[in-house]
């Protein structure tokens, strides 16, 4: 009896940690942590897993409580071990939890459902139930092959997680855990003995195929629901970030417009301007030529070291932003120029370059001293590619760390990078971010090269 309880033991520790490997590997993904908040996590929960399926699980606990247990367990760990936020835990484990359950009990069931039609035909239909070698072999296969399917359709909801709202993580969680919270009661009833019968009808062999079939189309049925649920709400994230794309695009063509009607009204006029400084200017009226001129500068809405990029979206862009960055304190440099002919198209140059001077601006105001902040931005041509980078100050001691809101209304935070990524993902661009003592540098590369 001791030697049977070793090797039951040795049996549930191997299972766990199968588990435990696919469920740190899948948050990890999900909440992009590092490898060593996956081996934390991965630790813990082997210990906290292997703990309860010994002393629960193997005791004969009810499965209701194992599967609650389990997910306050990944609920708890995930929220001490990895950063992000909550409601991105919550979702990341929910999502787990939910393709865990379905997936592992439609793999059992067809499993169970193939094997006693195997057996009972081998049996010459003498053996109803599935003996205890078949019923291990069975069990075996199910975390193989549930453990490979998990982690196999784990990737296609990655995308899921990408700057959503905190408000959408929760729409998304709770029909999700709904869903599990269903499975779980049927997969509880089936623990109890509570199969599909057919009250004197068939035979028991039939009800027990009628049960694995059941359970079958119902966990088919809720995998094609759920997946069909998550996806179509990402889908519908995705046309509303493409809907504030444009409405950011035309907020900058219309500032632009307005900029540069204000300049051709100058420009009509300058003839008149002209006359009145030059009569001020032979009566040696010098204040009162230095106090026209700064009206004629302050019409045109121009500074001293005006952007010429040669874009004029793009110079309004900067001219703004520069305004803003020497109202806040902080010391602009930038060094723009577009080459002729560019490829890329106005609409998508001012997406890419103002979310990333915007998310500069806000990463300078987040700084307890404004003192020595900066944004230097560079935009020139580099081996037939356009090079935008843009350096800033920031609070910042990782890159992940972008990906995170300190806002106290963070219902738009991430859109920026995304907005960005999906605008030179058009070029087949490439994106780089690094940070380096308190510097953070955001590269963005689009290939010259027209396309045929």
């Known amino acids: 009896m001791k030697e049977m309880n070793c090797v039951d033991a040795a049996w549930i520790l191997a299972v766990q940690l199968g588990r435990v490997w696919c469920d740190s590997r899948v948050l990890q993904r999900y909440l992009q942590g590092s490898l060593r908040e996956k081996r934390i996590f991965g630790a813990l929960l082997f210990c906290a897993f292997g703990a ?29 071990v990895f ?22 009990t439609f793999v059992e069931s067809f499993l169970c459902l193939n094997a006693l039609v195997i057996v009972h035909r081998a049996t010459g239909g003498k053996q109803m139930f599935l003996g205890q070698r078949a019923s291990q072999a069975v069990l075996l296969a199910t975390y193989l092959v549930g453990i490979t399917a998990v982690n196999l359709s784990s990737k296609g909801f990655e995308a899921v997680f990408a700057a959503a709202r905190k408000s959408w993580q929760l729409c998304l969680a709770f029909p999700l855990g709904c869903v599990t919270f269903l499975t779980d009661l049927a997969n509880w009833a089936a623990s109890r003995g509570i199969m599909v019968q057919s009250r004197g009808g068939y035979d028991i062999y039939k009800d027990q195929l009628f049960s694995h079939g059941a359970m079958c189309v119902f966990t088919g049925l809720a995998m094609a629901a759920s997946g069909f649920f998550v996806l179509g709400m990402d889908r519908i994230r995705r046309e509303e970030e493409a809907r504030d794309q444009y409405r950011f695009q035309a907020m900058y063509y219309k500032m632009a417009k307005e900029q540069y009607s ?26 009162q030529a230095s106090s026209y001129l700064r009206e004629l500068e302050a019409a045109a809405n121009m500074e001293a070291g005006e952007e010429a990029t040669g874009s004029p979206v793009l110079d309004a862009l900067l001219s703004r932003k520069k305004r803003q960055a020497a109202d806040s304190g902080v ?57 935008l980078e843009v350096k800033n100050t ?43 003592k308190g510097v953070f540098t955001i590269s963005v590369l689009l290939p010259l090269c027209r396309e045929s």
């Open 83 to 104: 950063h992000g936020d909550r409601e991105k835990k919550l979702l990341a484990v929910v999502l787990l939890t939910t393709m865990t359950r379905l997936i592992w």
């Open 52 to 80: 309860m399926a010994l002393s629960l699980e193997h005791s004969g606990a009810p499965y209701i409580l194992c599967a609650v247990l389990r997910f306050m367990l990944l609920a708890v760990l995930a929220e001490a």
């Open 394 to 436: 920031a609070d910042l001691a990782d890159v992940r760390e972008t990906l995170q809101s300190r806002k106290a209304d963070s219902a738009g935070h991430g859109m920026g990078l995304a907005n960005v990524r999906a605008a030179v993902s058009r070029y087949n661009g490439a994106v780089h971010m690094e940070v380096e």
């Open 262 to 287: 204000q300049l051709e009204r100058l420009r009509h006029d300058m003839k008149n301007h002209m006359i009145a400084l030059e009569n001020l200017v032979q009566n040696r009226c010098w204040e």
């Open 331 to 387: 010391r602009w440099q930038c060094d723009a120029r577009l080459p002729r002919d560019l490829p890329v198209k106005e609409m998508d140059l001012c997406i890419i370059a103002g979310n990333i001077l915007d998310n500069a601006a806000e990463a300078c105001e987040r700084l307890p001293q404004k003192q020595g902040s900066f944004i230097q931005v560079s935009i020139g041509t580099v081996k037939k590619c356009l090079l």
